[in-house]
């Protein structure tokens, strides 16, 4: 059974920071793998989607990256500003279609 | 208006009572999902739809009842519900299913069964 990881569980750093968080999955057979973010009482968004045949992908100030065999996906935000303060979750879609998703890291953003 | 909207945004019920959630996607999408989010839990997928029809049901009780009547509009009817499942309830839109497509999600409901 596919079991999707997110660490740190919560994160708060300055503004203008560098981050990374970080996911990881058990099973490594995904079709693909995406990043979300939430902010509170919203739905989600879509940030990235990295196929399972990519190593990564990029928009703006976010890049994830994906290694499949070791069952790991990083999200790095370059110049981190408060606006970015939200939950971010990552998600997996196994072979059969279904999203499975991680518990999310709860990003702060301090001025 | 655009993209996938919800109503109610917030809902409080009893056990016994009869209540439903709408969803209504406005981006020519065949696809559409329920999910539920508990607190400190991951999102769960409930049910998918692809053209009205059904093509998953995870395991959720029959308390909750989903219905596609068309491609643009998908119902979760709710009834004798439990304190457990207060959670928020996003719903989701895609273009089909195949797997490579984006989900654009609903803002939630949040429900709290008293």
């Known amino acids: 059974k596919q079991e999707v990881t997110q660490i740190p569980a919560a994160l708060s750093v300055p503004e203008g920071e560098n981050l990374v968080l970080n996911c990881s999955f058990t099973d490594s057979a ?8 939430q902010d509170p009482g919203k739905g989600l968004t879509s940030l990235l989607l990295i196929q399972s045949s990519q190593r990564e992908q990029t928009s703006g100030r976010l890049n994830a ?9 990083t999200l790095y935000i370059a110049a981190s500003q408060p606006g970015d303060s939200a939950t971010y979750l990552c998600a997996v879609r196994n072979q059969g279609g279904k999203l499975i998703f991680g518990q999310g890291t709860e990003l702060s953003v301090k001025p | 208006e655009t993209g996938v909207t919800q109503t109610p945004r917030h809902l409080v019920m009893g056990m016994t009572n009869k209540k439903s959630l709408k969803c209504e996607q406005h981006l020519g999408h065949n696809a559409m999902y329920w999910y539920k989010q508990s607190a400190k839990k991951p999102l769960e997928l409930m049910f998918v739809y692809n053209f009205k029809e059904q ?10 009842s989903p219905e596609c009547p068309n491609s643009s509009h998908l119902f979760l009817h709710l009834h004798t519900l439990q304190p457990e499942d207060s959670a928020l309830y996003l719903c989701a ?16 409901t949040r429900l709290l069964v008293l």
Request: proline letters at 5%; charged letters at 15%; hydrophobic letters at 20%.
């Open chain 1, 30 to 37: 995904i079709y693909n793998l995406q990043w979300f973010r």
């Open chain 1, 65 to 73: 990256s994906l290694d499949k065999s070791s069952g790991r996906s």
């Open chain 2, 55 to 64: 093509t998953e049901n995870n395991s959720v009780p029959s308390r909750f």
């Open chain 2, 93 to 108: 839109s895609s273009q089909g299913t195949s797997g490579q497509e984006t989900q654009y999600f609903g803002p939630g």
